[in-house]
């Protein structure tokens, strides 16, 4: 009878595990933006590893954009940017939809979760700056020229609604989901009439905020993006 074995389980390379305790180190405070690293010589001590490993891991962490690395200096911490959070995400998104493993339903699904909520805290949070500069965005949308214009401007006051809720993480998400929204916005736009009916559910939204009523607000945007949602098939 043959014997039954189990499968191994591969282990992280030793740049992995390296890259996995900084990353933790940084992410848990114990070293902040701006803080130097200490010396490849000094890593490859207190991990035991050698100082090619070390280069190693800090090319990977600098990939992934939290450290900068310099010849004859300290690898240095520093803050990850917002729009390298969205260009990943806007990477995966359309590398899925290219293996139909994301359908354009799936994509207006997470779009209304994230807007409907947008709302809501906008609603409560904005300023009267902010309102201002989403009353100019509906007024430059209802006056443009084309659908270039005019989807310019549509996106303009989802991103003016996500700065509304005064939480950045909110840009950064929408931020990430508008690049693979934008082709289904320019081709709506360019049908007869569109954009008057966007420009009157933004002003509708617009008015709700307004209010400050959350309710009120969501049950408006629920209402355009109910009727945007028909373009993505």
Same mark, same amino acid.
């Given at each position: 009878?043959?014997?039954?074995?189990?499968?191994? /389980?591969?282990?992280?390379?030793?740049?992995?595990?390296?890259?996995?305790?900084?990353?933790? &180190?940084?992410?848990?405070?114990? /070293? /902040?933006?701006?803080?130097?690293?200490?010396?490849?010589?000094?890593?490859?001590?207190?991990?035991?590893?050698?100082? *090619?490993?070390?280069?190693?891991?800090?090319?990977? #962490?600098?990939?992934?954009?939290?450290?900068?690395?310099? /010849?004859?200096?300290?690898?240095?911490?520093?803050?990850?940017?917002?729009?390298?959070?969205?260009?990943?995400?806007?990477?995966?998104?359309?590398?899925?939809?290219?293996? !139909? #493993?994301?359908?354009?339903?799936? +994509?207006?699904?997470?779009?209304? *979760? #994230?807007?409907? =909520?947008?709302?809501?805290? &906008?609603?409560?949070?904005?300023?009267?700056?902010?309102?201002?500069? +989403?009353?100019?965005?509906?007024?430059?949308?209802?006056?443009?020229? !084309?659908?270039?214009?005019?989807?310019? @401007? !549509?996106?303009?006051? %989802?991103?003016?609604?996500?700065?509304?809720?005064?939480? $950045?993480?909110?840009?950064?998400?929408?931020?990430? +989901?508008?690049?693979?929204?934008?082709?289904?916005?320019?081709?709506?736009?360019?049908?007869?009439?569109? +954009?008057?009916?966007?420009?009157?559910? @933004?002003?509708?939204?617009?008015?709700? #905020?307004?209010?400050? !009523? $959350?309710?009120?607000? =969501?049950?408006?945007?629920?209402? %355009?993006?109910?009727?945007?949602?028909?373009?993505?098939?």
């Amino acid at each position: 009878m043959a014997a039954d074995f189990t499968p191994l /389980t591969r282990q992280p390379s030793l740049a992995a595990q390296v890259t996995s305790q900084m990353l933790a &180190a940084i992410f848990d405070g114990a /070293t /902040t933006v701006g803080d130097e690293l200490p010396s490849e010589r000094d890593l490859s001590l207190q991990f035991g590893v050698s100082r *090619t490993v070390v280069r190693e891991a800090l090319r990977g #962490l600098q990939a992934k954009g939290v450290v900068e690395v310099q /010849t004859g200096r300290a690898a240095r911490v520093v803050a990850v940017p917002a729009s390298m959070v969205s260009e990943i995400v806007q990477l995966y998104v359309r590398g899925a939809q290219s293996q !139909d #493993l994301l359908a354009a339903d799936a +994509i207006a699904e997470v779009r209304t *979760t #994230l807007e409907l =909520r947008m709302s809501e805290l &906008a609603a409560v949070n904005a300023s009267p700056a902010d309102l201002e500069l +989403i009353a100019a965005s509906v007024a430059a949308m209802g006056g443009s020229a !084309d659908a270039d214009e005019a989807a310019r @401007h !549509d996106t303009q006051f %989802h991103q003016l609604l996500a700065a509304a809720t005064h939480n $950045p993480l909110y840009v950064t998400l929408l931020d990430s +989901i508008n690049p693979v929204v934008a082709p289904y916005r320019l081709s709506s736009l360019g049908l007869p009439g569109r +954009i008057e009916m966007a420009t009157r559910q @933004h002003l509708g939204v617009l008015e709700a #905020l307004r209010t400050g !009523d $959350p309710v009120t607000t =969501r049950q408006a945007m629920e209402s %355009h993006l109910d009727d945007s949602r028909q373009f993505y098939r």
